[in-house]
């Protein structure tokens, strides 16, 4: 069963910042928020996780609220390859062997 | 950069036939994974893989499935009979170890006719 809630679509003008919001109210201590995204149907890609605290990489900046039961994944200026399928996973820190939990994610349209 | 290789990328096979879809994770990752897409339905774990058995694996995953890493590089998925609903994108993934990412192949189109 889902552990997150995502709008089913959405989209985004090119060059703005998209925001991607995800739900986990029902967030564990141990569970970090991952985001992964898959462009039509090629093998889903690693976005960014976090625990508690903003995380930023290369990709995107993740935003998770103080009492962690809901995220923002932020692209902060789209471009036309962002379009695809984003997942907002949670998965317990720290054990290694386990799967990931593909809902049905948001489809990001980003429109020129 | 390092990235996860999946052979073929499309595989047409009959119905009742044997497949034997083929990965090579990253060399220094020892968790590997199978999950797979039936088209326009989400992506599903099968099978995860770490010290030469396997770990954990779903429903979905029946006498019909194996997973093999014969070799210390290449870490197979075997489907014995194959039915016309196996048709869907088979993906391999693997991951260093604990709190880190898991990355994923291109996939394989299996159509099963």
């Known amino acids: 069963d889902a552990k997150t809630t995502q709008p089913p679509s959405m989209d985004c003008a090119e060059g703005r910042a998209a925001n991607l919001p995800c739900n986990h109210s029902?967030?564990?201590?141990?569970?970090?928020v991952y985001w992964y995204r898959q462009i039509h149907s090629q093998g889903p890609q690693y976005i960014i996780h976090?625990?508690?605290n903003n995380e930023t990489n290369e990709m995107a900046s993740l935003i998770i609220t103080e009492d962690r039961k809901s995220s923002t994944l932020i692209l902060p200026h789209a471009t036309l390859r962002d379009t695809a399928v984003y997942y907002c996973?949670?998965?317990?820190?720290?054990?290694?062997?386990?799967?990931?939990?593909f809902g049905t994610g948001t489809r990001l349209t980003i429109i020129p | 950069e390092p990235e996860v290789t999946q052979t073929p990328s499309h595989q047409v096979t009959q119905m009742g036939q044997e497949v034997i879809l083929r990965c090579v994770p990253i060399?220094?990752?020892?968790?590997f994974y199978w999950y797979r897409q039936i088209l326009g339905q989400k992506v599903e774990f099968l099978v995860s893989?770490?010290?030469?058995?396997?770990?954990?694996k779903s429903e979905i995953f029946d006498d019909q499935f194996s997973v093999e890493r014969p070799d210390g590089s290449n870490f197979t998925l075997k489907i014995r009979s194959t039915k016309l609903e196996d048709s869907a994108m088979y993906f391999c993934?693997?991951?260093?170890?604990?709190?880190?990412?898991?990355?994923f192949g291109q996939g394989t189109r299996l159509t099963v006719v």
């Open positions: 993934a693997s991951k260093a170890g604990g709190g880190t990412e898991a990355f």
């Open positions: 029902t967030i564990s201590g141990n569970e970090y």
């Open positions: 976090g625990l508690k």
């Open positions: 996973i949670v998965r317990v820190a720290g054990d290694s062997n386990e799967k990931l939990t």
């Open positions: 060399s220094n990752h020892l968790y």
């Open positions: 893989f770490y010290n030469n058995e396997i770990s954990e």
